[in-house]
Every structure is written in structure tokens, then in C-alpha cells.
């Protein structure tokens, strides 16, 4: 388990869905049209992307490193460099600190065949919104220290992994300037953890 963390609400005080209608609607996307009473508009009509909520985990070695692996990504066509991460399993009301936990040890076990290593802590460094004009899908952000590689990934759902790198600081730094690190979750990430302090 990881320390105690907040959860992410949608619903606001002094915002009012006046209407609502999706015009589609599948398992991992629905696509809605709706009208909302603002704070500040009386009216302002949006189309809203239906996402689960998700975790996203940086995996630390104990000599400090950090873990990435390199996925395939239809939508953009290309492998990315990135940290795992994947949905939870749950309608957004039904997500519980529990369910965050679990699915962030899942995604390692997953994706990288690791697992948080003996006297290991997972540490919540809060949420974010990977694209709030379309969607309000949000992301949890964790550090797992010290992790340990014990099997093979074992990817879900027509997912596609390749290589998997270990990576200084400051190499991931290099990463990010570069370019080959173009993904918000791993950027996110890595904003949150050099805001921490947690890399040097």
C-alpha cells in the first residue's frame, strides 16, 4: 500500500451539466455531447472525451535508476520511451485509493515484470490532467523504490512492448531534451519528481 493520498473529483461545486447526450460510447471511450452552467458563463455547450481514470509509475532501482520501456503506439504511429502506466479497472464513482494502489502494482507486474522489492515504498506524488480541453481522464502519479525485475512483461489487451532501459537522472534529462521522450504521463512524471526533489 502507499501512503494516504487524495482523490481526484470531477464534479465541482458551481458547475451544472443542463444537458447531456453521448454520441458514443464504448469500453475504454465514450465520446459526450453536453451543456454545462459554469461559474463563469450561463452556458457553454462541450464535447467531453469519457476516460477511465490511471496510474502511472516511475520505478526506481536501488542504485537510483530509473526504469523505462518502449511501447508501441498505434495512434501516433511509433514506439514512445515511456514509464509504465495503464486505466483502472473501475468507473470513475467506484474508484478507491485500493483500487489506484492496485492498479499501479498491476502495471508494473505487467509492463515490466517488476515488483516493488523488500522494505519498498510506493509514493503517491498526487494526480494530473494528461488533456483537460477534451477529456477528464486524470492520471496518478507514483515513485516505487526500490523495484526489482522478476519475470517477463506480459502485455494486455494489444499492447506491444520493446526494449526496456535503465536510465540515470540525468540521462533521462538528455532523453527529454532530445526529444525522445515526448509522452505527458512521462513528463509528468518527471516534473513531479524533480519538483519533489525525490531525483537529483
Known amino acids: 500500500m502507499s501512503a494516504d493520498f487524495d482523490l481526484c473529483k470531477i464534479d465541482q461545486v458551481g458547475w451544472e451539466r443542463t444537458s447531456s447526450h453521448f454520441v458514443d460510447a464504448g469500453p475504454h471511450v465514450g465520446v459526450e455531447q453536453a451543456t454545462f452552467r459554469t461559474p463563469a458563463r450561463a452556458s457553454a455547450s462541450w464535447t467531453i472525451v469519457h476516460r477511465k481514470a490511471a496510474v502511472a509509475i516511475a520505478p526506481m532501482l536501488d542504485d537510483g535508476r530509473l526504469v523505462l520501456l518502449s511501447q508501441e503506439r498505434i495512434p501516433v504511429q511509433r514506439m514512445t520511451w515511456e514509464f509504465p502506466a495503464g486505466q483502472i479497472?473501475?468507473?470513475?464513482?467506484?474508484?478507491?485509493?485500493?483500487?489506484?494502489?492496485?492498479?499501479?502494482?498491476?502495471?508494473?507486474?505487467?509492463?515490466?515484470?517488476?515488483?516493488?522489492?523488500?522494505?519498498?515504498?510506493?509514493?503517491?506524488?498526487?494526480?494530473?490532467?494528461?488533456?483537460?480541453?477534451?477529456?477528464?481522464?486524470?492520471?496518478?502519479l507514483f515513485l516505487a523504490r526500490p523495484v526489482r525485475i522478476v519475470?517477463?512483461?506480459?502485455?494486455?489487451?494489444?499492447?506491444?512492448?520493446?526494449?526496456?532501459?535503465?536510465?540515470?537522472?540525468?540521462?533521462?534529462?538528455?532523453?527529454?531534451?532530445?526529444?525522445?521522450?515526448?509522452?505527458?504521463?512521462?513528463?509528468?512524471?518527471?516534473?513531479?519528481?524533480?519538483?519533489?526533489?525525490?531525483?537529483?
Do not use: C
Open 151 to 200: 519475470a517477463q512483461a506480459t502485455p494486455q489487451h494489444g499492447e506491444s512492448f520493446g526494449d526496456v532501459r535503465y536510465v540515470t537522472p540525468d540521462e533521462l534529462r538528455d532523453m527529454i531534451a532530445r526529444n525522445e521522450i515526448n509522452n505527458s504521463l512521462t513528463l509528468a512524471l518527471f516534473a513531479k519528481l524533480t519538483a519533489l526533489r525525490l531525483i537529483d
Open 89 to 140: 479497472d473501475a468507473p470513475l464513482a467506484e474508484v478507491s485509493k485500493e483500487l489506484v494502489d492496485r492498479a499501479a502494482i498491476t502495471e508494473l507486474r505487467e509492463e515490466l515484470g517488476a515488483e516493488l522489492a523488500k522494505g519498498a515504498t510506493l509514493q503517491p506524488l498526487g494526480w494530473y490532467f494528461p488533456s483537460p480541453g477534451f477529456t477528464q481522464e486524470h492520471i496518478y
